[in-house]
């Protein structure tokens, strides 16, 4: 987003003219590099937003505001201490720099007024906010920068404010006054450069995108240099900067906001040319705002979904270690067949036993082809030596039986956690995600509850033994506890509810198709509002969203049926463009896919599965391409 000196000196003005006389009510620091001031003017209440955010420094009123802390950092309270109550003089930007100063009437417990500055820096990773009082001297900072960061300019509580360093380019005033006497407004440094770049070099607050917009409106390359000129470029280069200069200079902004493929993308307070689909804003603030916005979205967005891809992550790296474990536990049963044989062999051949025997030989069995040597335990009668072998046998045969349970148990979580993966990783809006981060709190975490009150128990009961004070007390503590987690969860499981809806789409004929968004919402779809005689769809043998088609006790036209199933191969995870992209105003993909579907009657739920796992018979196949219905949006 391309807040150059140009519309920060314009957003100066804009700001002024709605905030001068304003009283600054109340003060909040919801992140790290954000202030919103709440001001009141003759209109009411507006937000003031200063960020010196790194990736995103920026002044402007705004419609959005976020969630604040319970305790507010120091430098909130050092600037509600100063200036809650107080009245916004002037809003200004000196010498188009990339900078906007706030001048703020303040009055102290002794009724004594004085002017206090809040200096708002856009300079990238330099950004900063700083609050200078009436001699210009720092009373506190947003970001410290002491000599060991910057040897040439300290921004430290107590030191005398010094401004960035002259940039020694042409003002846009002065570049004004020599357009109109038929001169270019370039340095004489820069006469050898390229176009562009010597527009950019030459001119003060203009930035690249400013600076090769200028060279396409007067249909100059920007790769060209100024000796290369005609007389006919140079005169239409000479009328273009004229032109925008000029609504600089008389502070005539035409914000606009430009899109590319559908998305906000930048803003500019001039309408340029060349930036993208354009579409005019009222103001700079809500252009900057609509941006903005559009990119918090996506960046939340994005870490929400790292945030649920690592809670999957562990859980599923966790149960595929499980599983290893009980795939060695069953490997190293399969010699048990072994252990009864040769438990059986010593019963049968303990009369060649001998006391203090430590093997036993026996010649040519015929299971083995040859001699085989036994080893024997010391101590041991014949008898109880027989025994230890099969009782190994009943050991062996019992930990194939729980590997085997285990294993089923695993290879299912693991199938489950692997398509919550691949349901992240295909999300294309907030719902999805918040669909997901719900079916995660109320699956994955009462598995743990279940294993917790099984370990519980465990600790609990000791029958037959008796109970000191200490144990009796710790039981007490932990029924308690126990009591009190069931409490909590059951009045959670009244707030935490699923916070999105199943996607709504209608096909041919007006019928309505559902879509889940997570496995939770397919279970609901399939088995609690779809009616038996509903089509139900599916991507084949991989994971995907349910879909129902809504018949309403008619037959769906064939065109229908296909816009049903091509719905659900647009959510499917074969979709891979769709997995790696979040747009929303993308609603097709060359992606062809296999699509089953069959009445609801022919669902049924697998028992004791986890969510949206189902079986199904007597279906059909389409092949159809992953696509939502014509001029619809993915409605909740």
């Not at 006919?232 to 925008?244: A, E, G, K, N, Y």
């Not at 037959?555 to 659900?568: F, G, H, L, N």
Request: with cysteine; hydrophobic share 35%; net charge neutral.
């Amino acid at each position: 987003m391309p807040l150059d000196g140009i519309s920060t000196h314009l957003l100066a003005h804009e700001l002024n003219e709605n905030l001068q006389d304003a009283r600054i009510d109340k003060i909040y620091q919801p992140s790290r590099f954000d202030i919103f001031f709440i001001v009141r003017n003759k209109n009411g209440n507006i937000k003031l937003l200063l960020s010196c955010d790194p990736q995103s420094p920026r002044v402007q009123l705004t419609d959005y505001m976020r969630e604040n802390p319970q305790m507010p950092p120091n430098f909130c309270m050092l600037l509600r201490k100063h200036l809650q109550g107080s009245r916004i003089i002037s809003v200004t930007c000196p010498h188009y720099e990339r900078i906007i100063e706030i001048s703020i009437s303040v009055t102290d417990e002794l009724h004594d007024t004085s002017t206090k500055k809040l200096v708002i820096e856009m300079m990238g990773r330099y950004s900063n906010i700083i609050f200078l009082n009436s001699e210009n001297r720092i009373i506190d900072a947003l970001v410290h920068v002491d000599s060991s960061t910057s040897r040439v300019r300290e921004i430290m509580p107590a030191r005398i404010y010094e401004a960035p360093p002259v940039q020694g380019k042409i003002s846009p005033d002065d570049a004004l006054a020599m357009v109109e006497k038929g001169e270019l407004p370039i340095l004489p440094d820069s006469m050898h450069r390229p176009l562009a770049k010597a527009l950019l070099d030459s001119l003060l607050g203009f930035s690249p995108l400013l600076a090769n917009d200028i060279c396409f409106q007067s249909k100059n390359d920007p790769r060209c240099s100024l000796s290369s000129l005609s007389e006919d470029q140079t005169s239409s280069l000479l009328s273009v900067c004229r032109d925008i200069l000029s609504s600089i200079c008389t502070l005539h902004s035409h914000p606009a906001v430009f899109y590319i493929d559908g998305e906000p993308k930048d803003w500019h307070a001039l309408s340029l040319q060349d930036a993208g689909i354009r579409k005019d804003a009222g103001t700079i603030s809500e252009a900057m705002d609509i941006v903005q916005h559009f990119s918090d979205q996506r960046t939340n967005f994005e870490a929400k979904r790292r945030s649920i891809r690592a809670i999957l992550n562990n859980a599923f790296n966790h149960a595929s270690k499980k599983l290893s474990i009980h795939e060695a536990d069953l490997r190293e049963t399969e010699n048990a067949e072994k252990l009864k044989l040769e438990g059986e062999l010593v019963l049968a051949y303990q009369y060649l036993i001998r006391p203090d025997d430590t093997v036993l030989t026996i010649p040519d069995y015929p299971d083995f082809g040859q001699s085989t040597t036994l080893s024997l335990e010391p101590g041991m009668t014949p008898s109880e030596q027989g025994q230890l072998y099969l009782k190994r046998y009943r050991k062996e045969i019992s930990r194939r039986e729980s590997a085997l349970r285990f294993i089923e148990t695993e290879k299912d979580e693991v199938s489950y956690l692997d398509s919550l993966l691949k349901a992240v990783d295909a999300a294309s809006e907030p719902d999805d995600l918040s669909a997901i981060d719900y079916e995660i709190k109320t699956s994955l975490t009462s598995d743990k509850d279940n294993a917790s009150r099984r370990s519980d128990q465990k600790q609990v009961y000791h029958p037959g033994k008796s109970k000191s004070g200490k144990v009796s007390s710790r039981n007490l503590r932990q029924a308690a506890k126990a009591a009190q987690s069931k409490k909590n969860k059951m009045n959670n499981a009244k707030k935490t509810e699923d916070p999105s809806l199943p996607r709504k789409f209608t096909v041919d004929g007006g019928l309505e198709v559902l879509s889940g968004r997570n496995n939770i919402q397919n279970d609901y779809l399939t088995f609690h509002v779809a009616s038996k005689d509903d089509l139900w769809f599916h991507a084949k043998n991989i994971p995907g969203t349910h879909v129902i088609l809504r018949a309403y006790g008619k037959a769906p036209s064939d065109k229908a049926i296909t816009e049903a199933a091509s719905i659900a191969a647009y959510y499917s995870r074969s979709n891979k463009p769709f997995a790696n992209e979040m747009s929303e105003s993308k609603t097709e993909y060359d992606v062809r896919v296999e699509i089953d579907y069959c009445p609801v009657s022919h669902v049924r739920k697998i028992p004791k599965a986890k969510p949206g796992m189902v079986i199904y018979e007597e279906y059909n196949t389409l092949l159809v391409s992953a696509k939502l219905p014509r001029n619809q949006e993915k409605t909740q």
